[in-house]
């Protein structure tokens, strides 16, 4: 969807910006982003003057199981629509297919793609209104038509080497017009740290910082120290990580914000062989 541009109703200085929501965040059960994301968009559902809550996470059951969830059902005061809503936030790394014929979007931590999460999200999530025990319950809140919207929110990234940016950039016929960030293996990151000025900082980014890059003043770590703490999170742990960048202008000011996604060496041949893992619903991240 496109229609959702956030207006001047929200932001940090709006009255909007209030201490329900900074409870809600803390109260959260879900340590998981889309969990984060899902409650900053019901705030914006609920503080939007254009849009009313009808219902959140709303269960589907029948024949003893549960059948699927909205996840948000709104009413659009100007349309007058009654819009089922599904959000998700999802980060992917491009690599160009073996066949060379498109380029692939796969999940940083596990086999998760984004052509995976598109069908599946319009194959089976957006379509859950058509399922009959979903109708009878919509029937029970007076909802007779329902349309659909799917809200995704992230970032891509192409990859820092050259060889591979370039074909994902000739192969990309989807995402071509979307932003994209770098990723890169842990080795990669030594040579790319090299091009950058003395001046140069880091920001080594929680999950909750992913959608904005938005830091704290001072928290910022001099290359030797994300490299240490890397060799750790990645070259240990095997864990994908995001980070930031940016150079230091001589006025005090920061230009060059650059987002990083930083995986193992090895990162590029486990997501070629997870292509021989059947796999119809992505996992979660």
């Known amino acids: 969807s496109h229609t959702h541009i956030i207006s001047d109703e929200i932001g940090l200085d709006s009255a909007s910006y209030s201490d329900q929501l900074s409870d809600r965040l803390e109260q959260s059960p ?6 984060y994301v899902e409650q900053l968009w019901r ?3 609920e503080t939007s003057s254009r849009y009313q809550l009808l219902a959140h996470n709303l269960q589907i059951h029948g024949d003893g199981k549960t059948l699927g969830e909205f996840d948000f059902i709104v009413c659009d005061n100007i349309t007058g629509k009654i819009i089922h809503q599904e959000i998700a936030a999802k980060f992917y790394l491009g690599l160009p297919a073996p066949d060379h014929k498109s380029c692939l979007w796969f999940g940083p931590n596990n086999i998760d793609r984004l052509d995976l999460k598109a069908a599946h999200l319009k194959n089976k999530q957006l379509r859950l209104s058509d399922l009959e025990h979903a109708k009878a319950e919509l029937e029970r809140r007076h909802i007779t038509k329902v349309t659909t919207q799917c809200i995704l929110r992230g970032r891509l990234f192409l990859p820092w080497n050259q060889q591979l940016r370039k074909q994902c950039q000739d192969l990309d016929k989807l995402t071509q017009h ?3 960030d770098v990723w890169m293996t842990l080795s990669e990151l030594r040579d790319y740290a090299a091009t950058k000025p003395e001046n140069a900082q880091f920001w080594l980014l929680e999950k909750q910082q992913w959608l904005s890059l938005m830091t704290r003043k001072g928290s910022s770590l ?3 120290e994300i490299l240490a703490k890397l060799e750790q999170v990645v070259g240990n742990e095997r864990r994908g990580v995001m980070l930031k960048t940016q150079r230091k202008l001589g006025t005090g000011l920061l230009n060059d914000e650059t987002a990083l996604f930083i995986v193992p060496d090895d ?9 021989t893992i059947p796999s119809e619903k992505p996992l979660h991240p």
């Not at 879900?30 to 969990?35: A, C, E, R, T, V």
């Open 30 to 35: 879900s340590h998981f982003l889309g969990s």
């Open 43 to 45: 705030h914006y559902i």
């Open 222 to 224: 001099r290359y030797d």
């Open 178 to 180: 979307s932003q994209k």
């Open 267 to 275: 990162w590029q041949k486990y997501r070629y062989d997870s292509l």
